[in-house]
């Protein structure tokens, strides 16, 4: 990460013991940091702001809650990325608000 680059939103994978951070801004950027030895392995930068991520149970997929720049909209789409790459291997469309999607 470069300095002055704020973070919103941290994930750890047990399964390939990563660390994703999600960069605040538009757009975000999601970068995968190897928790052994804290170093940046992947990056990928998105097309909007990201408000979420998650981990599957494995670790071979990234989910981002991506918003839609709609005014007085929350819309949004979830892109996949690759767990050890980055890469983008699909997405979700998605037509409601992510707040709903993303309550814990």
Do not use: C, K
């Not at 005014?71 to 790459?85: A, D, H, S, V, Y």
């Amino acid at each position: 990460m470069n300095a002055g680059q704020y973070t919103e939103t941290i994930a750890y994978s047990a399964a390939n013991n990563s660390v994703y951070v999600m960069t605040e801004g538009t757009p975000s950027t999601v970068i995968r940091i190897d928790a052994n030895s804290f170093s940046e392995v992947a990056s990928h930068a998105l097309t909007r702001f990201g408000s979420d991520i998650a981990i599957s149970q494995d670790g071979t997929e990234v989910y981002v809650a991506e918003n839609l720049d709609i005014p007085g909209e929350n819309l949004g789409q979830i892109p996949i990325l690759n767990g050890m790459t980055l890469a983008p291997i699909g997405q979700i469309p998605n037509m409601l608000p992510l707040s709903i999607i993303s309550a814990n």
